[in-house]
T-cell receptor, first 112, second 113 residues
């Protein structure tokens, strides 16, 4: 079946450090891929997305590239800020299934 | 303008009670969802509706009954609440298609005591 696996947290980094959160997926066909962010006490917000192989999604300094050959969609940021502290979810969407499948979430904490 | 709004934000109730959570979206989307988020932040889909029709019911106990009176609303009614129902429930909506993204409500924190 379709599934998403992302690295377990929590991840703790110092401000201005480089961030990578790994995400791999299992799916038949070509799903759309997403990263969502959840700040404390809030709902999920779309951070970035990619809808086909080799697409790169980017927003707020975050980037992720849809890699079909490795079935991955790793999230990266060159220099994190304290305000990036949140829970990050990798997700895939399959139109034939009419649902969005989420990974287990990775809690990120940034130290000043 | 809130895109997806759900009420109430907090709900504390006793075991055995029946309660409802309401959700409305003003985005004109054709698909709406209910997700349950547990204490470890794991998100699990419960239901998906497309144009008021039930598409997905992910082995949710039949104490949970969604109702979609129109495309813009998807309410969740829960009968005979149990301690294990305590969680944050999120409503979301999207427009079917490859570029779809889901818009989420702020969540309803349900605590069963």
């Amino acid at each position: 079946g379709n599934s998403v696996t992302q690295m377990e947290g929590p991840v703790t980094l110092s401000e201005e450090a480089f961030l990578t959160i790994n995400c791999t997926y299992t799916a038949t066909g070509y799903p759309s891929l997403f990263w969502y962010v959840q700040y404390p006490g809030e709902g999920l917000q779309l951070l970035l997305k990619a809808t086909k192989a080799d697409d790169k999604g980017s927003n707020k300094g975050f980037e992720a590239t849809y890699r079909k050959e490795t079935t991955s969609f790793h999230l990266e940021k060159g220099s994190v800020q304290v305000s990036d502290s949140a829970v990050y979810f990798c997700a895939l969407y399959y139109s034939s299934a009419s649902k969005i499948i989420f990974g287990s979430g990775t809690r990120l904490s940034i130290r000043p | 303008d809130t895109a997806v709004s759900q009420t109430p934000k907090y709900l504390v109730t006793q075991m055995g009670n029946d309660k409802s959570i309401k959700c409305e979206q003003n985005l004109g989307h054709d698909t709406m969802y209910w997700y349950k988020q547990d204490s470890k932040k794991f998100l699990k889909i419960m239901f998906s509706y497309n144009n008021k029709e039930l598409i997905i019911n992910e082995t949710v106990p039949n104490r949970f009954s969604p109702k979609s009176p129109d495309k813009a609303h998807l309410n969740l009614h829960i009968n005979s609440l149990e301690l294990g129902d305590s969680a944050v429930y999120f409503c979301a909506s999207s427009q079917e298609g490859r570029n779809t993204e889901a818009f989420f409500g702020q969540g309803t924190r349900l605590t069963v005591v």
